[in-house]
């Protein structure tokens, strides 16, 4: 049995958050290789020989996709589960002791009882005190795909993983982005160097970031926005889009009151098989704050069923969780951290092989970005990766492969690749590690 709210099937992973975003972002890589593709020999002749000035985007049928493909997929998700006679309740949820679950429903109230009972609220985006979003020119995350035209000049407030991609994504489809950073650089909590890569790129293509510069208000200005930053500065833009955190989606849940421990923050409190504090009541996903990620989040719902229903159930291990950050170019990291290294938090050896080393980055005109590989110094195990490059994404799997089976530097050396590839560069810089431990 599943109580789910009005927004529908799918939770935010599939309407507000993932599949909106990333469908957002395919079409702005595809805005970003035809930009760059007059090196290739490519034209889009309208007049005009650089295809920068001769691509165009339409937000409103960009936007009419993305929620079509959400709803679509929403959708499918109900689809299964009528199939497998899943009874899908409308309305709010909240606990009346571990073993009931209480619905303020869309057609009715009812109490259910439950041996088990799984919390996967997700988690909604932090807003500014004093800056609430109007969801025309102050937006969140979740309401930009009702916007009809393209952000003239577009502040994003907040330079971690949602703040980057959108930055990303809306310089490329053609606005003039403004990228609000409180910290020295993007994306403080990925690998060092590549967010320098992309804040090179970032630079180079004409998008503005603004380090240690945090944002204190933002308000409207006739049919524009003003950011006030914490110094006194200000900045102008047509739109603002705020992506400073989340928060989770646990409160008047009664989730304390039965048994069940949040954090400082409002987050879930769960074990590595995503057991709450509350005898039979497990947690999943963005509510939890482990590693807010749709694959975790989905993980956890797996290793939370399977452990309820006694089957053998390995724990969630972090160390072997690959993420992605869906920018141009990609960033892609599993397991073990530059940060840690330089921290002294392991003695790992690490190789870095820059993609314009790469026969099949140079054919594509591909120079930013690097395949960056750690393993232990004697045994040559290999404990973690990071890839920047155009689809990381698709790149990180044999590391996190490499990583979850404890393969070493020569196991991943002596495999095959294809030539050209850049995943090559995986198993040159494997190469590279062998001579060293």
């Known amino acids: 049995m599943t109580v789910v709210d009005s927004d529908g099937i799918g939770g935010s992973a599939v309407l507000t958050d993932c599949v909106p975003s990333k469908t957002l972002i395919a079409t702005a890589e595809v805005m970003t290789e035809v930009e760059e593709a007059g090196e290739l020999g490519v034209r889009l002749d309208d007049g005009d020989d650089d295809p920068a000035n001769s691509v165009r985007v339409d937000l409103s049928v960009v936007n009419k996709r993305v929620k079509a493909l959400a709803a679509a997929q929403g959708a499918g998700i109900e689809r299964r589960l009528d199939r497998d006679k899943v009874r899908v309740i409308k309305g709010r949820g909240r606990l009346d002791g571990p073993e009931t679950v209480v619905v303020d429903g869309v057609v009715g109230d009812e109490r259910l009882d439950a041996d088990v009972v799984l919390i996967a609220t997700g988690a909604r985006p932090r807003i500014l005190q004093g800056s609430e979003p109007d969801g025309e020119r102050i937006l969140t995350w979740e309401q930009v795909y009702e916007l009809e035209e393209l952000p003239e000049r577009l502040i994003v407030v907040g330079s971690g993983v949602t703040g980057a991609e959108f930055a990303s994504a809306y310089d490329a489809l053609g606005s003039d982005v403004v990228l609000v950073s409180s910290r020295d650089r993007v994306l403080p909590g990925e690998d060092a160097d590549a967010a320098a890569v992309l804040e090179d790129v970032f630079k180079r293509r004409g998008l503005t970031v603004l380090g240690k510069s945090r944002a204190e208000s933002v308000r409207r200005q006739g049919d524009g926005v003003v950011v006030t930053l914490t110094d006194g500065r200000t900045v102008e833009g047509s739109h603002a889009l705020l992506a400073v955190g989340s928060l989770p989606n646990t409160d008047d849940m009664n989730l304390v009151e039965s048994g069940v421990s949040l954090t400082d923050g409002g987050f879930v409190q769960v074990d590595r098989v995503s057991r709450t504090t509350a005898r039979g009541v497990y947690a999943a996903g963005d509510c939890t704050g482990v590693l807010m990620l749709a694959s975790v989040a989905a993980m956890q719902g797996r ?16 160390s ?27 003695t790992a050896l690490v190789v870095k092989v820059p993609l314009a080393d790469n026969a099949r980055a140079k054919m594509q005109g591909v120079r930013d970005g690097f395949v960056k590989l750690f393993c232990l110094p004697n045994t040559g195990i290999v404990v973690g990766g990071v890839v920047v490059a155009p689809r990381a994404s698709e790149l990180i799997h044999p590391i996190s492969l490499a990583v979850a089976a404890r393969l070493t530097v020569d196991q991943v050396a002596q495999s095959f690749t294809v030539y050209p590839s850049i995943s090559g560069s995986i198993a040159e810089a494997a190469r590279r590690l062998h001579l060293r431990h």
């Not at 690959?322 to 938090?345: H, K, M, R, W």
């Open 320 to 346: 072997t969780v690959s993420a992605n950050v869906f920018t141009a170019p990609e960033i892609a990291t599993v397991g073990l951290t530059q940060a840690a290294l330089d921290a002294g938090g392991s």
């Open 303 to 318: 290793i939370a069923m399977a452990h309820a229903l006694g089957d053998a159930v390995a724990p969630l291990d972090q």
